[in-house]
């Protein structure tokens, strides 16, 4: 799992050892469509973005003191806030957020921030939800792929691998 304070060029770089493309990341990324953060992961954005005592500058406004309001300097870290405007909903409006600086993670807004061929991709599927689709089936398939010399795993919490299974001995 990336870190939250990922920049883009430093996501590019971990996808592409697992030979998935700028366009895979920017579209598996989108599975932030739905699902909450904490505030552990974002409040240096919000008090000292790269270490300059100052928010993140690519931060719309108004989206700031929403997460200045969830998330306070000395707050609960582990308080969440939805990833998008439209938590519950697999859509395109995770990256029309992105276009609008209300990404909730450093890791995701950088797709937009940076200038680079990710932006190319947030602003294609955030007019084209069908293009997105497309591209997530791609990219999720791909990694499926993938071949770890391990067996997959739903994991129960995302930052956590699964403990392995208890086997339970009968007696008789």
């Not at 304070?5 to 990324?29: G, H, M, P, Q, W």
């Not at 997460?67 to 998008?84: A, Q, R």
């Not at 689709?133 to 990219?139: H, P, Q, R, S």
């Amino acid at each position: 799992m990336p870190s939250p304070r990922a920049t883009a060029s430093a996501l590019i770089d971990l996808f592409s050892e697992f030979n998935l493309s700028v366009k895979d990341l920017v579209a598996l990324s989108g599975s932030h469509s739905i699902g909450n953060g904490r505030c552990f992961s974002i409040v240096f954005r919000l008090y000292n973005q790269s270490g300059t005592g100052r928010p993140d500058p690519v931060m719309e406004p108004k989206f700031r003191e929403k997460l200045d309001k969830l998330c306070p300097i000395g707050g609960d870290g582990n308080v969440t806030g939805d990833l998008d405007s439209t938590p519950h909903v697999f859509d395109n409006q995770y990256f029309k957020d992105l276009v609008s600086g209300r990404g909730f993670l450093n890791s995701d807004q950088t797709l937009y921030s940076s200038n680079g061929t990710t932006r190319e991709y947030v602003q294609q599927f955030s007019t084209d939800q069908e293009a997105f689709f497309k591209a997530f089936v791609e990219g999720m398939v791909k990694m499926g792929d993938l071949q770890s010399g391990r067996p997959g795993e739903i994991r129960r919490n995302c930052r956590i691998i699964n403990s392995p299974p208890v086997e339970i001995l009968m007696k008789s």
